[in-house]
């Protein structure tokens, strides 16, 4: 402080600009920096594009750095609800509903994730908060939390370690736990290397020689809309192109073969019973309770179930508190056959959770087949985050990939 003329002290002239970043102030600016800085890490890791998703690994910094309880919620939230942010969309699409609807389940799916995070926060540094984010990570990685654990860091094992497999995974998952000490600079620093040197040498994991999976792009309009003879007919005439041009394994996509009954069955096994190939596709197949959504292995001399998905869409499709809904096999039959190859078979929603694909490798399937149908996604990169995961998985564990969706979702 300064005297002025008449002897009274006069404060620097710099101090009204300390007056005016009040301790409160100071904090609701850092708050609103780590939201931001979360919803851009979620934006960014999650857009659909493969490469992007090692920076979804700055968030277990978010979360731990962040200076209380509540903000560390917060940034959860930020983070999970930016990844997710196609839902809205894409549930107002699929119910034909307003956007309303789609907000309120967006809401609520983020609810496990940020309760898991937020109860797990601790404000005190030390080795006991690497492992209460790997305990976070655990819990939204397996059923009951992992049935809506969307937007896992570690999923960038893949483009941080590809080929590494099990090890990679390992290495990933001490790689992120370290971001949330004091030593994440240089956590970072080894992220950001191996992302580098990864990236230069990226190329997206290949089907198997032979292989081939088809997109389609039929709109079904309405939820619980289901394949016509003229759809069956047009995918027909799909696969026999697909023949001719080399494919000796036709993989294609969910609810591709519609409602799958015995004169289904008839109508592929007498088209395909001129050609040397093997089809696999997605199909329901209805039950006491409600329906299996199933991949179905047929050729000119048969058909057969080969895989009843482990996890259908909650809500939309899985409603155990109702009948009609779709079956969930959980832990069931993670893996399939197809023309005697063993493959790790996602459908869909199993693409963006953890466990599936985690209990599939466990077994050393030597392909993943992923499948979907994005007919309900518009414009969002849902169907792009599935296909980034599933390139993600494959390239962690070294294995071929065949991937086939209908719909016309951003990719």
């Not at 580098?196 to 709109?219: K, N, R, Y």
């Not at 030597?366 to 499948?371: G, L, P, S, Y």
């Amino acid at each position: 402080m300064t005297r002025d003329i008449l002897g009274r002290y006069r404060p620097p002239a710099f101090s009204g600009w300390r007056n005016r970043l009040s301790p409160s102030r100071r904090s609701i600016v850092t708050e609103a920096t780590f939201l931001a800085a979360a919803a851009a890490v979620g934006a960014l890791g999650w857009s659909g594009e493969v490469l992007l998703l090692p920076v979804a690994c700055l968030f277990p910094a978010l979360w731990a750095l962040a200076p209380t309880r509540l903000v560390a919620g917060l940034v959860s939230t930020a983070y999970f609800m930016a990844a997710s942010r196609g839902l809205p969309i894409g549930v107002s699409i699929f119910y034909a509903s307003d956007i309303w609807v789609g907000l309120g389940l967006w809401i609520a799916a983020s609810l496990l994730f940020v309760m898991v995070h937020t109860v797990l926060w601790s404000s005190k540094p030390g080795w006991h908060r690497p492992l209460r984010y790997l305990a976070a990570w655990a819990l939204m990685s397996v059923p009951p939390f992992g049935i809506v654990g969307w937007a896992s860091p570690v999923t960038a094992a893949g483009v941080l370690l590809p080929g590494w497999g099990w090890a990679g995974l390992v290495a990933t998952a001490i790689g992120v736990s370290a971001m949330t000490t004091r030593a994440w600079p240089l956590a970072g620093v080894a992220i950001s290397v191996a992302f580098t040197l990864s990236a230069f040498t990226w190329t997206d994991p290949e089907p198997p020689e032979g292989w081939v999976g088809i997109d389609t792009t039929f709109d079904y309009q309405v939820a619980g809309e289901h394949a016509d003879y003229a759809q069956h007919m047009a995918t027909i005439a799909l696969v026999r192109r697909a023949v001719e041009n080399g494919a000796s394994t036709v993989v294609l996509p969910e609810s591709a073969l519609g409602i799958w009954t015995p004169t289904t069955e008839r109508l592929w096994i007498r088209n395909l019973a001129d050609l040397d190939a093997v089809v696999t596709g997605g199909a329901i197949v209805i039950n006491e309770s409600g329906y299996d959504n199933v991949m179905v292995e047929v050729t000119g001399r048969g058909a057969r179930i080969l895989y009843r998905e482990r996890m259908p869409v909650p809500v939309s499709m899985w409603r155990p508190w109702v009948y009609g809904g779709a079956s969930a096999q959980f832990f069931g039959n993670p893996t399939g056959r197809i023309a005697g190859t063993s493959i790790a078979p996602l459908i869909c929603y199993e693409q963006l959770i953890v466990w599936p694909i985690l209990q599939s490798m466990l077994l050393g399937p030597d392909v993943i087949v992923a499948t979907g149908n994005g007919w309900w996604t518009g414009d969002t990169n849902i169907v792009a985050i599935q296909k980034a995961s599933a390139k993600a998985w494959a390239a962690l564990f070294g294995r071929p990939l065949v991937i086939a969706f209908n719909g016309s979702g951003r990719t």
